[in-house]
């Protein structure tokens, strides 16, 4: 299995500002995945960053809004931009190291607050 | 797309009752089948999950869960509940042998009644 260090933990921010989420995972893995839950919501994945490439974004979401960097196998980012309350939400990172005994991996998550 | 229904938003059950969970997923061939629980203010733990072969599948914490390709359904059961089992629970599919991310239902609240 992978395990994942997500940070920050939580955060509060101020509206018109940005986020920065940071992934690390303890072996390489060739997809990682970021979500959102919003309150009291279910997970939406909002992309997958896959090394050496631009990463794929949901419908709905952009890369303007959510950029995303994976330089190496190990390690991925995702930015909040210019927030609004409305991505006060648990973002959270996962990777798929294969079929063993955990499957996907989740991180421990990011819960934003935007007032 | 792939897309997964939890028909059920709130489920009460009394503790020591039996307890079966309901996910149906579409999905055009068997995907990658999971259940995940989520305390209040906890993050996800993975119950249990369905790549290929035995359709039964058991879990963590006396969950088990049966794959019924007929029905497009993963239902999660348990025997006997503990009150220690409230909580939300979250169907999820994964398609693309793990190149893609999962698809999530809208959970089923469980609610144990003393």
């Known amino acids: 299995s992978a395990v994942i260090s997500q940070k920050p933990s939580r955060d509060i921010c101020q509206r018109g500002t940005s986020l920065t989420i940071q992934c690390q995972v303890d072996?390489?893995?060739?997809?990682m995945f970021w979500y959102r839950q919003q309150p009291g919501q279910s997970l939406t994945l909002i992309a997958t960053?896959?090394?050496?490439?631009?990463?794929?974004?949901e419908s709905g979401f952009v890369i303007d809004k959510f950029p995303i960097s994976r330089p190496n196998l190990t390690f991925s980012t995702l930015t909040v931009s210019n927030m609004s309350p409305e991505d006060s939400s648990i973002y959270l990172c996962?990777?798929?190291?294969?079929?063993?005994?955990?499957?996907?991996?989740f991180g421990s998550g990011t819960r934003l607050t935007v007032v | 797309a792939q897309s997964v229904t939890q028909p059920d938003i709130h489920i009460t059950v009394s503790e020591g009752a039996s307890l079966e969970l309901r996910c149906n997923y579409s999905?055009?061939?068997?995907?990658?089948l999971f259940w995940y629980v989520q305390s209040p203010g906890q993050g996800l733990q993975l119950l249990l999950k369905?790549?290929?072969?035995?359709?039964l599948v058991q879990g963590i914490k006396g969950f088990e869960a049966e794959f019924k390709r007929s029905q497009s359904s993963f239902n999660l059961r348990k025997p006997s509940v503990h009150w220690s089992d409230a909580a939300e629970y979250f169907c999820?599919?994964?398609?693309?042998?793990?190149?893609?991310?999962?698809?999530f239902g809208k959970g089923t609240h469980l609610i144990i009644q003393p």
């Open positions: 999820a599919v994964g398609v693309g042998g793990g190149a893609d991310g999962l698809t």
């Open positions: 072996s390489q893995v060739t997809m």
């Open positions: 960053a896959n090394q050496g490439s631009e990463a794929t974004y």
């Open positions: 996962s990777v798929f190291p294969g079929q063993g005994i955990y499957g996907y991996t």
């Open positions: 999905y055009g061939a068997t995907p990658y």
């Open positions: 369905y790549f290929s072969g035995d359709t």
